[in-house]
């Protein structure tokens, strides 16, 4: 049992293939010969597989018997080796949480903060597992052990922002009124002794809808996280309370005989929340730790309304030409918008070129996987866009050939809005200074897991 859990190597390597942190725990990479060969050829056999794959290899793979997990965030993988037959999930949650305390105590993991804060993450590693054990990866746990401090890149949000505090006061307190920034601002704030007086709470719901061919919705699934990143001086008690549809009238059981009054089919809380009074009026109570925590965890399948319709139509002018169309409505407020939009769908493999008409955004076909990619961008709210594809085929259009075309998958994100109406309504603090209060950072956002219309 001990060695499921045990981890042989763990590093940090750039888009260039180039080991940026690495740290050996027992001598079992690829090669057994000396630590810098091991270090070497762990990284070479990953960044091979990944380039293969052109930078987007499977999370888990193996390789001359060591299993390498990784997960990607912005343009670095973080990768854990382990010579025995390891869970992929335990292995992909640990580097979950290694990410997490690193932007914890960084504020932002990119490549610059880790090269200016090597000593202090090798001690954050360190602390974390030993001899490829795992110990604790608690920001809160660790902070009685790391002795470091982080140095923030002079090219991020957080040091353009303590320069803006110096000598633009005025310019600071528009930045933050503005929703967006305080993201921003949260997630590259690293966690420091001293604090911040500030709070960031966000509510994410992750879509997953299924269209019919007819345009009939078939599923729609909501998953949703209050997410609240602490950067409060010590540990005051912090209140949030949720707009109505969140409460429930039978708290404890999910789909109980009297089932939850509001929009939630399922819930789950942190074991730090107090949640004895969720069920009347929708108030939860915490003292949440230093770093970034996720108090409630929810589903449901009652949304109000889709941001996007989606409408596709195959029109076939010859026996070798196919013509698609996909028309995008944006079902969103006016004062609303989408960004990152992406399309794609596939064509038939008989595919021989292909031919765009689109007014908004940027095109693309991939030959080997005659996939079609269309990077709408931003989107406003109550806007209509549409993709003409011209398809020719190397060989007459069958029925077998068209059912090849689809299904149109969309990706996109919606900052300050979501789809089942449940709303931070307040976030109180503790008040333990009544001189100066903290800020209260709240913020909805909506992103897709899967956002599908079915062509055939």
């Not at 987007?56 to 997990?69: A, L």
């Not at 990119?110 to 054990?133: A, H």
Request: charged share 20%; with cysteine.
């Amino acid at each position: 049992m001990a060695a499921v859990s045990c981890f042989t190597q763990f590093f940090v390597l750039n888009a260039r293939g180039e080991a940026l942190l690495h740290r050996d725990f027992r001598g079992g990479g690829a090669a057994r010969t000396g630590a810098s060969s091991r270090r070497c050829q762990s990284a070479e056999v990953f960044f091979h597989e990944a380039a293969r794959h052109k930078l987007q290899p499977q999370p888990c793979f193996c390789v001359d018997g060591v299993n390498y997990f990784h997960v990607k965030t912005g343009s670095l993988f973080c990768v854990l080796c382990c010579a025995a037959n390891a869970s992929p999930s335990f292995a992909l949650e640990l580097l979950g949480s290694i990410i997490r305390v690193f932007k914890d105590y960084c504020g932002v993991l990119c490549e610059e903060s880790v090269r200016q804060n090597l000593y202090l993450l090798y001690e954050l590693l360190d602390e974390m597992i030993d001899f490829g054990y795992v110990q604790a990866t608690s920001t809160e746990y660790l902070q009685g052990f790391i002795l470091n401090s982080a140095t923030v890149p002079p090219t991020s949000n957080v040091a353009k922002l303590e320069v803006m505090e110096r000598v633009a006061p005025k310019v600071l307190d528009r930045i933050y009124n503005s929703p967006l920034s305080a993201y921003v601002m949260s997630v590259n704030r690293p966690v420091s002794r001293s604090g911040s007086k500030e709070i960031f709470v966000d509510l994410v719901e992750r879509l997953s809808v299924t269209f019919a061919p007819t345009g009939e919705v078939v599923s729609a699934r909501s998953d949703g996280s209050l997410v609240v990143r602490n950067y409060l001086i010590g540990a005051p008690a912090v209140g949030i309370t949720l707009s109505e549809d969140a409460q429930a009238s039978d708290y404890g059981s999910t789909r109980a005989s009297g089932g939850i009054t509001g929009v939630l089919d399922d819930f789950n809380f942190h074991e730090s929340v107090h949640a004895d009074s969720f069920a009347q009026d929708g108030a939860i109570a915490l003292a949440p730790p230093p770093g970034e925590m996720i108090a409630m965890n929810y589903r449901t399948s009652r949304l109000y309304q889709l941001p996007f319709h989606i409408a596709a139509f195959v029109d076939e002018h010859s026996p070798t030409k196919v013509d698609i169309a996909i028309q995008l409505r944006t079902e969103l407020p006016h004062d609303r918008h989408a960004q990152n939009v992406t399309v794609e769908f596939p064509v038939p493999k008989a595919t021989e070129s292909v031919f765009f008409e689109a007014a908004t955004g940027t095109t693309e076909f991939n030959q080997s996987s005659c996939t079609v990619t269309w990077r709408a961008g931003q989107l406003l709210g109550g806007s209509e866009h549409t993709l003409r594809t011209k398809v020719t085929l190397s060989q007459p259009c069958t029925s077998s050939v068209k059912k090849e075309v689809g299904p149109v998958n969309m990706q996109f994100d919606v900052p300050m809005w979501n789809c089942s109406h449940v709303q931070i309504r307040s976030v109180t603090v503790e008040a333990r200074d009544a001189g100066q209060a903290p800020y209260r950072w709240v913020r909805h956002f909506t992103t897709s897991t899967s956002y599908l219309r079915r062509l055939t």
